[in-house]
């Protein structure tokens, strides 16, 4: 099974300012098939990115994901309050599925 | 709109079963799997299985096997979660989700917590 690493763990950041998430894969992750999604608390997960690169629909140009092979980066350009929440990847390459442990994205 | 709507909390004592149910609506239930991801009390998502809408047939993530049982009732879009011989380790909020053209979970079911506790 492939194990995805999630770093850093806690993110602090301010309101406009730039996250960078980090994904990593213990194998390659077959045709980029990687998706990573926002879960705010009590709510189910959102769908924000798949297939490393694409844009789910309605989610704002500010998130971005890039990355290929066994390294994936989520990027928010610039934070906006209703961004603070926890950023899960998952890849659907191999089965079976498998997500990262999360990374929470907190204002400083 | 694509609407995936679960059933209703569970509390359930130690060696009970439970059955959560996920109701499908605005396209056609048979195009497309649904997955099942658990997600226990301050944890991360884990991915249980999915079931093929088409033929029936359910895949079983490593660790849910034997207890967990996917199923559908394909004549009112529903796909079904069955546990049995529940343990507190249970204990945990599951999802329903539909996948897109290549297995992204892009629609999810609000979530069922089920509580095990004596």
């Known amino acids: 099974e492939i194990v995805l690493t999630q770093s850093p763990a806690t993110l602090s950041l301010s309101p406009g300012e730039r996250a960078t998430l980090s994904c990593g894969a213990s194998?390659?992750?077959?045709?980029?098939?990687l998706a990573w999604y926002q879960q705010k608390p009590g709510l189910a997960p959102r769908l924000l990115i798949y297939?490393?690169?694409s844009r789910a629909t309605g989610i704002p140009d500010r998130f971005s994901g890039s990355g290929s092979g066994t390294d994936f980066t989520l990027t928010i350009s610039r934070l906006e309050p209703e961004d603070f929440a926890v950023y899960y990847c998952?890849?659907?390459?191999?089965?079976?599925?498998?997500f990262g442990q999360g990374t929470k994205v907190e204002i400083k | 709109q694509v609407q995936l709507v679960q059933s209703g909390s569970e509390l359930k004592k130690p060696g009970a079963s439970v059955k959560v149910s996920c109701k499908a609506s605005?396209?056609?239930?048979?195009?497309?799997?649904m997955n099942w991801v658990r997600q226990a009390p301050g944890q991360g998502l884990e991915w249980m299985g999915w079931?093929?809408?088409?033929?029936?047939?359910?895949t079983y993530a490593q660790g849910f096997t034997g207890r967990f049982v996917f199923s559908l009732d394909t004549s009112v879009s529903t796909a079904y979660l069955q546990i049995s011989s529940l343990k507190a380790e249970d204990t945990a909020v599951y999802y329903c989700?539909?996948?897109?053209?290549?297995?992204?979970?892009?629609?999810w079911g609000q979530g069922t917590l089920v509580t095990v506790s004596s």
């Open positions: 989700a539909r996948d897109g053209a290549t297995g992204e979970l892009v629609y």
């Open positions: 605005g396209y056609t239930f048979t195009s497309y799997a």
């Open positions: 079931i093929n809408t088409n033929t029936g047939n359910p």
């Open positions: 194998q390659s992750v077959s045709s980029s098939y």
């Open positions: 297939d490393a690169s």
């Open positions: 998952q890849q659907y390459g191999s089965s079976p599925w498998t």
